[in-house]
């Protein structure tokens, strides 16, 4: 439109409300896909597996670009609050949707945010400090009660490995988010971030493995299965 490209002039930019729109029906189609698939007929449990793991490939990488074009000034804090409500289920109607990767996601999030959003409210104007810490602390609190509601209670909604996540996070936090700023800094060859990519791919699968398996890793059972086969 000819305005010069400053932050006060945003909500002018048309390429920024495709974009964001673009984010926000994407991410509603992610929520609204059940994470957990369901076994199709004469399908193997690892097929299952790896229909599974696209699903929450696509919503971790929607998170991510989530929190990128926030940090590059084209998602308000209204907007990204709202995100964060939606993972973490703040209001009854929110809540049924919440479960472990939606919490995972708003971690990753809040890990690539952290430093970012609490320097913000640090430089704001006194009223907007006020609001903005008001925002801050509604999340941190929600993060805690997910950490904090036992295994056995019916509203609880993490499991344990991601409630040990929640504390990792809340680490990370009192460290001034050191953990995230080094990751954040530290520029990585193609090669690497696919091998990193990889191992986590593969790390999580062998732990789901295990879990529906009472304790038997991955390979295991692919070759049972070779067994039984031939």
């Known amino acids: 439109k000819g305005l010069k490209p400053c932050a006060s002039n945003r909500k002018f930019c048309d390429f920024r409300k495709q974009l964001l ?6 991410f509603e189609a992610l929520l609204n896909t059940p994470i957990t698939e369901e076994l199709k007929e004469d399908e193997r449990e690892e097929d299952r597996l790896e229909r599974e793991f696209r699903t929450k490939h696509k919503l971790f990488g929607n998170i991510d670009f989530v929190g990128e074009i926030y940090k590059k000034g084209l998602l308000s804090e209204s907007i990204l609050n709202s995100v964060f409500h939606t993972l ?39 009223d907007k400090r ?15 009660e997910l950490e904090t509601m036992s295994l056995e209670d019916p509203k609880n909604k993490a499991s344990l ?15 001034k988010w050191e953990k995230t700023k080094n990751e954040d800094t530290q520029v990585k060859k193609k090669s690497e971030i696919a091998n990193a990519v990889l191992k ?7 732990m789901e493995m295990e879990t529906r398996g009472g ?7 692919r070759y049972d299965d070779r067994g039984k086969g031939g």
Do not use: H, W
């Open 21 to 26: 729109q673009y984010c926000k029906n994407s």
């Open 88 to 126: 973490l289920g703040f209001n009854v109607e929110s809540d049924s949707n919440v479960n472990d990767n939606t919490i995972d996601a708003a971690i990753k999030l809040i890990n690539k945010l952290g430093f970012t959003l609490e320097q913000k409210c640090a430089d704001a104007k006194p």
């Open 130 to 144: 006020e609001q903005q810490q008001g925002m801050l602390d509604a999340l941190f609190m929600r993060f805690k």
């Open 161 to 175: 490995r991601v409630k040990l996540l929640i504390k990792n996070m809340f680490e990370n936090k009192a460290s």
């Open 200 to 206: 986590k791919a593969e790390e999580k699968k062998r």
């Open 215 to 221: 304790g038997r890793d991955y390979d295991d059972r």
